[in-house]
Nanobody, 124 residues
Framework: QVQVVESGGGLVQPGGSLRLSCVAS????????MGWFRQAPGKEREGVSCINTSDGGTYYADSVKGRFTISRDNAKNTVYLQMNNLKPEDTAVYYCATDHELSCSDDVPLFGSWGQGTQVTVSS
């Protein structure tokens, strides 16, 4: 059974940084994709970033390009999201999601395994 657990959220001032981690268990991340999503209160969930763990291909939402960096450590079955120059509009619950043999170009419903989320609050 695939399980994913996020960590690393918290309260940070505008302009600050956080690094989120997502650890997967129950399968290996070697040939799939891991996506980061976020949902702010009253808003729809949106995709933030994604990485293809086989070739390292990455994708970013326009709103985070140049500020966020996704990376993976296949040996640790872990994907990271480094978030720099955080803005109040980045405040949301951040989720990671994955499943077997995915690609970042796959539709979101195919990402069948989701974590419980980690809260990121950007405020002065």
């Amino acid at each position: 059974q695939v399980q994913v657990v996020e960590s690393g959220g918290g309260l940070v001032q505008p302009g600050g940084s956080l690094r989120l981690s997502c650890v997967a268990s129950g399968f290996t991340l070697d040939y799939t994709a891991m996506g980061w999503f976020r949902q702010a209160p009253g808003k729809e969930r949106e995709g933030v970033s994604c990485i293809n763990t086989s070739d390292g291909g990455t994708y970013y939402a326009d709103s985070v390009k140049g500020r966020f960096t996704i990376s993976r450590d296949n040996a640790k079955n872990t994907v990271y999201l480094q978030m720099n120059n955080l803005k109040p509009e980045d405040t949301a619950v951040y989720y990671c999601a994955t499943d077997h043999e995915l690609s970042c170009s796959d539709d979101v419903p195919l990402f069948g395994s989701w974590g419980q989320g980690t809260q990121v609050t950007v405020s002065s």
